[in-house]
Structures are given as structure tokens and as C-alpha cells.
């Protein structure tokens, strides 16, 4: 899919990647948990880039468009020694598999809306993403707005106050990111995990078991 678009950052979980399939260093006290995660936005915005930048550390900009729906995983470890699993449904743009969807965000902890900062129309494909979350999702679910592309800033069409504004109304936070530059991409993930926005961690189990798996 089209790849890479950044704000300042608004605070992070001080996360640090741990492998796909990292457990936690055997910490009696620590804490793990596995959260569904999907990505929604039209084709092309970088969907696809921003889960391989996250999970591989890779950007290709020859990427090809995501056919239904792709799966990969990535594993955090807090500061409070919470490792967290982020099972990601990175789900296709084209209007054809708009209806499958609903497979994938059914039972997520956070939906990530990804638009292009230099496509007006993706913005709007952004905001019907939001509708059906809203109407869909849920009741729980952490939404986050995600400008994409940010590198591309010559290029620009979305001014950041819009997507800040917007985000701000729908109880969203907003960040933007370049998945060619890396910028913001773990930041997004470690916002999502933090007490400041997401209520998934009220749901953290502290117990000897791995993986629990998280479905708000």
C-alpha cells in the first residue's frame, strides 16, 4: 500500500519492543496481556507500512495493496513491567471489502483510522470509519485518528488543527506519523496502551498465566 506525516508527541507508555514472540522476563509481579488491534482507512493511505515499520522496523515503499485483510503481531514491555501483545488485523482500503470489516473490529480493544495528510478524500473515508466504529464497535473500543505521511508535508491538504479537531470531538486521540521516516509509529502504539487514553488497562490480570487475551 501507499506508505508513510508527524505531530509532536502527547506522551508515551516508555514502551520498548520485545520480539513477536517475546514472553516477560519472569518477573513474579509482571503482567501480560494480548490486544486485539485493527487498522482502517482507505487503500493506499499506509496502513500496511505503518504495521511492518512497528513489527519489522521496514519500509517499502513497493508494497502491495492488502487483499482482505493481513495478520501480524508485536510484543511491548512497559515500565511497570506489563508486556504487551498487540494482535494486529491490518484490514484492506478498496470499497469491495468494506463489508468484511466488521470481521476484524468486532472484539478490538483499539481501531487505528489511518488517512493520507495529502488526500482530502481519505479524511473523509477516515470519518465513515469513525461512524461504523461508533455505531459497531464496542462501547469500550480506544480510537485513534492517524495522519499518515507526514513527511510528505510539502504535499499536505489536511492541516493538523483538523484532525486534532476532529479527533477531540469523537472522544479520539490524534497523532500523525511517517512510516518512511519511522516517525511516530511506536509512539502510536505505546499512547494507545497508556492510562491516560485507553481504559484497556483497567482488564490487565496480574497472574502467572501469558497471553491473556484482552476483548473489551
Known amino acids: 500500500m501507499g506508505c508513510s506525516s508527524s505531530l509532536p508527541d502527547r506522551g508515551s507508555a516508555s514502551a520498548r519492543l520485545v520480539g513477536q514472540n517475546s514472553e516477560n522476563g519472569g518477573a513474579s509481579d509482571s503482567k501480560n496481556i494480548r490486544v486485539k488491534l485493527v487498522l482502517l482507512g ?6 500496511s507500512c505503518i504495521v511492518l515499520r512497528f513489527v519489522r522496523g521496514q519500509f517499502d515503499p513497493t508494497s502491495k495493496v492488502t487483499v482482505g485483510a493481513s495478520f501480524l503481531s ?3 514491555a512497559l515500565q511497570d513491567s506489563t508486556t504487551v501483545k498487540f494482535e494486529i488485523w491490518d484490514t484492506a482500503g ?5 463489508a468484511l470489516a466488521p470481521l476484524y473490529y468486532r472484539g478490538a480493544a483499539i481501531a487505528v483510522v489511518v488517512y493520507d495528510i495529502t488526500s482530502p478524500d481519505s479524511f473523509s473515508k477516515a470519518q465513515y470509519w469513525v461512524k461504523e466504529l461508533q455505531k459497531h464497535g464496542s462501547p469500550d473500543i480506544v480510537m485513534a485518528l492517524v495522519g499518515n505521511k507526514a513527511d510528505l508535508h510539502e504535499k499536505r491538504e489536511i492541516p493538523v488543527q483538523d484532525g486534532m479537531d476532529y479527533a477531540e ?5 490524534f ?3 511517517s512510516a518512511k521516516t519511522a516517525d511516530n509509529i511506536n509512539q502510536l502504539f505505546e499512547i494507545s496502551t497508556s492510562s491516560q487514553f485507553s481504559p484497556i ?15 473489551v
Open 169 to 173: 470531538k469523537n472522544g479520539m486521540f
Open 175 to 177: 497523532i500523525e506519523t
Open 201 to 215: 488497562r483497567q482488564f490487565i490480570i496480574d497472574s502467572t498465566e501469558n497471553d491473556t487475551f484482552l476483548c
Open 94 to 98: 478498496q470499497e469491495r471489502y468494506a
Open 74 to 76: 508485536q510484543t511491548i
Open 42 to 47: 482507505d487503500s493506499g493511505v499506509g496502513k
